[in-house]
Structure formats: C-alpha cells, structure tokens
T-cell receptor, first 112, second 114 residues
Framework: QKEVEQNSGPLSVPEGAIASLNCTYSDRVSQSFFWYRQYSGKSPELIMSIYSNGDKEDGRFTAQLNKASQYVSLLIRDSQPSDSATYLCAVYSGGGADGLTFGKGTHLIIQP | DTGVSQDPRHKITKRGQNVTFRCDPISEHNRLYWYRQTLGQGPEFLTYFQNEAQLEKSRLLSDRFSAERPKGSFSTLEIQRTEQGDSAMYLC????????????FGDGTRLSIL
C-alpha cells in the first residue's frame, strides 16, 4: 500500500524565519510530487510541483526532491503569518493509478 | 479560467437519504477526479474520468457511490442510502491530460449526515 508520511505538527516558526516541511513516501516508482496549502475549512491549493531530483524555486517557496531517499521537502523563506496553514504532500505513482496519494499534512503556525 | 466549481457548498441530510453533488472542471482540463477528506486527514482518492470514461475507482468507492461524466464536461457524484460515516468534504479536482499533471481543486462540498 502506498504511503505518504508527514509530521502532523504543529510546527511553530517565527515570522521572517525559514519554515521546513518534510515528507517521505513508500512507493519507489513515484514520479510526480506536489505540495498543497490548505487553510482551515478550505480546499487544497497547489503551490509547488516537482518531478526530478534537486531543488525547484518559486518565489519564497523551494521544493526539494531526493528519489533515492524517497524524500521531498518544502522550504518557505521569510515566513509570513499568512503562511499559517496545513501543508499537504501529494505523490503520483502512475502505473494505472492516477489518483494522488496524500499525507495527513503538517500544521504550520507562523508566530508574529 | 474560472477554476473548478462545485455545488452545493454544504449539504445536510438525514441518514438513509440520497445526495448528489456536481463538479464543473476547468474548461481546458479533460481529466476530472473525486476525493473525500475527513477531519485531520489528507484527501483520499475515489475515482477519476478522462473525458466521459471512468478509468479508475478506489476500493473506497462502495456500491452506494456512483459517479458520472456523461458528456465529458461536468460530473456528478451520488451517494445512495447515506450513512454517518459518509460525513466528509467531497473534493473535485481537474487536470490536463497526461500522467502526473498537477490537479487543481474546487472548494468542495461539505456533507453532514444527521
């Protein structure tokens, strides 16, 4: 069974600092990796996608992927109170299974 | 691009009743997905369509659940004989064709079973 693991938190980070969110996955053939942000009572919002090993930067967000270690992370630089949310890691494994497998999410709190 | 639209936003019903939800995907997207999310959990995949063809169903999709996308545009998800355990947020997402494309979610339908 495919699994995606995240620390549920809460992860508390001071405003302006770097928030680091981590995710591990069980299926070695996983191909595509996504980070979603979800505010309380709202639906998931796509913030980053990454497909190959290394870093991918988009504004204050950096996604990092290490397929050998089956590990994907999200860094948020210059954290703002508006970044306080649950961050969901999602993995696509292919092979006829086209739904995403999600972790339970990490609850991030940015302290003003 | 008006985003993925879901209706209704909230549904409250008594146990045993049937409910139907609608999803309108982003117009350029031919793939449409249904997920269910309960409190404290990530979304769980239910089923997906490519155009009008339903190509995959999760084992979570019991016989009481049925989804359709008759003309390859909007989709409906029906739950028959609702049970307490069906209370959840039902999320619809859409994507471009091709494996591993990013999926964009609608606002969801929150179902509460009394």
């Amino acid at each position: 069974q495919k699994e995606v693991e995240q620390n549920s938190g809460p992860l508390s980070v001071p405003e302006g600092a770097i928030a680091s969110l981590n995710c591990t996955y069980s299926d070695r053939v996983s191909q595509s990796f996504f980070w979603y942000r979800q505010y309380s009572g709202k639906s998931p919002e796509l913030i980053m996608s990454i497909y190959s090993n290394g870093d991918k930067e988009d504004g204050r967000f950096t996604a990092q992927l290490n397929k050998a270690s089956q590990y994907v992370s999200l860094l948020i630089r210059d954290s703002q109170p508006s970044d306080s949310a649950t961050y969901l890691c999602a993995v696509y494994s292919g092979g006829g299974a086209d739904g995403l497998t999600f972790g339970k999410g990490t609850h991030l709190i940015i302290q003003p | 691009d008006t985003g993925v639209s879901q209706d209704p936003r909230h549904k409250i019903t008594k146990r045993g009743q049937n409910v139907t939800f609608r999803c309108d995907p982003i117009s350029e997207h031919n793939r449409l997905y249904w997920y269910r999310q309960t409190l404290g959990q990530g979304p769980e995949f239910l089923t997906y369509f490519q155009n009008e063809a339903q190509l995959e169903k999760s084992r979570l999709l019991s016989d009481r659940f049925s989804a359709e996308r008759p003309k390859g545009s909007f989709s409906t998800l029906e739950i028959q004989r609702t049970e307490q355990g069906d209370s959840a947020m039902y999320l619809c997402a859409s994507s471009f064709p091709g494996q591993g494309q990013p999926q964009h979610f609608g606002d969801g339908t929150r179902l509460s079973i009394l």
